[in-house]
């Protein structure tokens, strides 16, 4: 019976251990049991929109993001070079990553909407990374950003650019963002979106969800396809509105190539959106592509290590 009873302690010290490191390895993310997938996009960037990648620990992102003017209908075509001669929106930003998940910047923008002379602040913080073994089958972000406008304020009290209080100028955005490459050249890409904008003109909307779908196809190692679309969801009343007063609002579509040269991050793309933030570009575009009115554009991003050793390698 002794020898009985020493061989079940035996075997329940066994099990109770192999149960303790099992569930140690089950919480455990920093062992190499499942390995990260690496740069589902090259970029934190997609083309409009953020993507689930972020900048290491100590890198500074330098970044120029331009949208030229219509390349065709009423202000497009010869007559502007395609719309090179015009500029709807720029931004410079500086973005720096705080840790490997947690990533801060500012930018200040020209803006392309009812309010211009923006200034932005964004945090980004990467909740799981996917896992090579499908352990994590996703990857998630979280965005908000906060946005001010630095104009003058408008005359006319009814004007969505007439700031009462300086709470006025303020908009926000925060985004989710769910992201999946799919073996070693597709990748896929969800983000629910939820804007407010403080102050904004009769009939339009404070709150407003969009849905955003994102894609990148690989070419070679250096090259890529990307594209990206969003859908606004405006109510009704506020659409019938403004068509009546014969401006039509458009769901943000872009298509771009994504090219990596080094410490650099070129994406040349095309989109009808003619503003770079969130907090305009998702409610305020009245542009078509079926009418001309889209426009090539490009994100230029450029990194330094700082504070440590450099390492950009893909």
């Known amino acids: 019976m002794k020898i009985i009873a020493f061989l079940m302690l035996c075997t329940s010290i066994s099990v109770y251990a192999q149960a303790r490191q099992d569930?140690?390895?089950?919480?455990?993310?920093?062992?190499?049991?499942?390995?990260?997938?690496?740069?589902?996009?090259?970029?934190?960037?997609?083309i409009m929109g953020h993507s689930t990648d972020m900048l290491r620990k100590h890198e500074l992102d330098v970044r120029v993001d331009h949208r030229f003017g219509d390349l065709g209908g009423e202000f497009g075509?010869?007559?502007?070079?395609?719309?090179?001669?015009?500029?709807?929106?720029?931004r410079i930003g500086l973005e720096y990553g705080i840790t490997d998940r947690l990533m801060a910047g500012i930018g200040r923008s020209k803006g392309?909407?009812?309010q211009h002379q923006l200034l932005d602040l964004l945090v980004k913080y990467r909740l799981v990374e996917q896992t090579q073994d499908n352990y994590v089958p996703v990857s998630v972000a979280v965005l908000g950003t906060a946005v001010m406008s630095m104009m003058s304020s408008e005359e006319d009290?009814?004007?969505?650019?007439?700031?009462?209080?300086?709470?006025?100028?303020?908009?926000?955005?925060?985004?989710?963002?769910?992201?999946?490459?799919?073996?070693?050249?597709?990748?896929?890409?969800?983000?629910?979106?939820y804007v407010h904008r403080n102050r904004v003109g009769y009939m339009d909307m404070n709150n407003m969800f969009a849905l955003g779908v994102g894609g990148r196809l690989k070419l070679s190692k250096r090259i890529g396809i990307v594209a990206e679309y969003f859908y606004p969801f405006r109510s009704q009343a506020s659409r019938d509105y403004y068509k009546a007063q014969g401006i039509t609002f458009y769901n943000p579509l872009g298509v771009g190539l994504e090219i990596?040269?080094?410490?650099?991050?070129?994406?040349?793309?095309?989109?009808?959106?003619?503003?770079?933030?969130?907090?305009?570009?998702?409610?305020?575009?009245?542009?078509?592509?079926?009418?001309?009115?889209?426009?090539?554009?490009?994100?230029?991003?450029?990194?330094?290590?700082?504070?440590?050793?450099?390492?950009?390698?893909?």
């Open 260 to 314: 990596e040269t080094g410490g650099h991050v070129f994406h040349l793309n095309f989109t009808n959106s003619s503003a770079i933030q969130e907090s305009q570009f998702l409610p305020e575009t009245t542009t078509s592509w079926l009418q001309g009115q889209f426009r090539w554009g490009f994100n230029i991003s450029r990194r330094f290590t700082l504070f440590g050793k450099k390492d950009w390698k893909k």
């Open 157 to 193: 009290p009814h004007h969505a650019a007439w700031f009462g209080d300086a709470s006025d100028r303020l908009s926000y955005v925060a985004q989710g963002i769910v992201s999946r490459k799919f073996g070693d050249r597709l990748a896929f890409s969800l983000s629910p979106t």
């Open 77 to 90: 075509g010869a007559k502007t070079f395609y719309g090179i001669d015009n500029s709807t929106d720029i």
């Open 112 to 114: 392309s909407g009812i």
């Open 23 to 46: 569930l140690s390895q089950l919480f455990d993310s920093t062992g190499p049991a499942h390995p990260k997938v690496l740069y589902t996009y090259k970029g934190t960037r997609i």
